[in-house]
């Protein structure tokens, strides 16, 4: 079923902006040959009007705080038959509910500190994705401007009014930030500048996506700026399991005591302890039940904590992005 009811929008004004984005490095660009087979790709034959409040999933009445959040949402859009699309529709009311629930979970931990953006986007469903990542990840720069970069566009020439900002994300939605920041923040300084930092949580950043791109830093402290901040979050159990979101060469910081190095870290009730060579983050006080190690195990293996990313670690998350944004304001103080 779908619905274009999106009570919990507020409107927004908008003042004009003379600065208008750059969008040529992508506006142009052209499907890949390989997206042909992906069901519902012509949808992308139309562009979402992010002027439209309807398309927003979070959009401040009045953006009080000094900093913004962009926040992506996991993956929330299934299928129950092999006729459906592998993309979901703007308006797919499931999607949507589901959308809400992840981000009251999770773009939670920005709201003390930030004024929390999060746009609805024709997401994938898990299959299609992990397809087209494997087989053609030249397409996922078509895919990404096709929604999430005129999203970037709109924001940053309507929204932001130069505040400083923090991209979030999980799984399938710190995939696109990969790419963000990747491609798009590559093509605009002037905003990446402005970052305070990058929350990729549950899905891999590696050694070769950063060496092959420079721009990019990743975080060592808690209070370093303009890095990416990622990890994944496993059982001890899932060592040698297939976890779809962790690839070769990942790499993590410890959520706790903001780390690279595998110094073992406890909050008291939950622990993290990194193993260098998977690249993954070590929980060994959660526990999956029995019914959700059988629905994991296909995808991310029977000890993955995926689905508690954040949640085993928001305190120390909330606190984090405080600090972070508190050492912005300092080295940038004018």
Not at 90 to 99: F, L, P, Y
């Amino acid at each position: 079923s779908k619905a274009k009811d999106n009570s919990k929008v507020q409107n927004v004004g908008v003042e004009e902006n003379t600065k208008v984005t750059d969008s040529s490095f992508y506006e142009n660009r052209t499907a890949p040959e390989y997206l042909s087979k992906v069901k519902g790709i012509e949808k992308f034959e139309e562009r979402i009007d992010f002027s439209n409040p309807e398309h927003w999933m979070l959009l401040p009445a009045n953006s009080e705080k000094n900093v913004d959040a962009i926040y992506i949402y996991p993956t929330v859009y299934g299928t129950t038959s092999e006729t459906e699309d592998d993309i979901a529709d703007i308006d797919d009311t499931s999607m949507r509910v589901m959308a809400l629930y992840s981000a009251a979970n999770q773009a939670s931990v920005f709201e003390e500190s930030c004024n929390v953006y999060a746009p609805y986007y024709r997401q994938f469903t898990v299959d299609s994705l992990l397809d087209v990542i494997d087989n053609s990840p030249e397409s996922m720069y078509y895919l990404a401007a096709q929604d999430l970069y005129p999203m970037l566009d709109y924001y940053f020439e309507n929204l932001n009014k130069g505040r400083p900002f923090i991209l979030a994300g999980h799984s399938q939605g710190s995939v696109w930030l990969t790419v963000i920041l990747e491609d798009y923040m590559k093509e605009h300084p002037e905003y990446y500048e402005r970052m305070v930092a990058a929350y990729v949580i549950g899905y891999s950043v590696t050694k070769e996506y950063l060496n092959r791109n420079p721009h990019l830093n990743f975080a060592k402290t808690s209070d370093d700026t303009g890095v990416i901040i990622s990890y994944n979050t496993e059982g001890p159990g899932n060592k040698e399991a297939y976890n779809c979101v962790v690839k070769e060469g990942a790499i993590s910081i410890n959520p706790i005591n903001w780390k690279t190095d595998d110094t073992y870290a406890t909050n008291g009730v939950d622990d993290a302890q990194i193993d260098k060579e998977r690249g993954v983050v070590i929980c060994t006080s959660k526990e999956n039940p029995p019914e959700l190690k059988a629905a994991l195990k296909e995808y991310f293996g029977e000890d993955s904590l995926h689905l508690y990313d954040y949640d085993l670690y928001a305190t120390e998350l909330k606190k984090n992005v405080a600090e972070r944004i508190d050492k912005f304001m300092k080295v940038n103080k004018e």
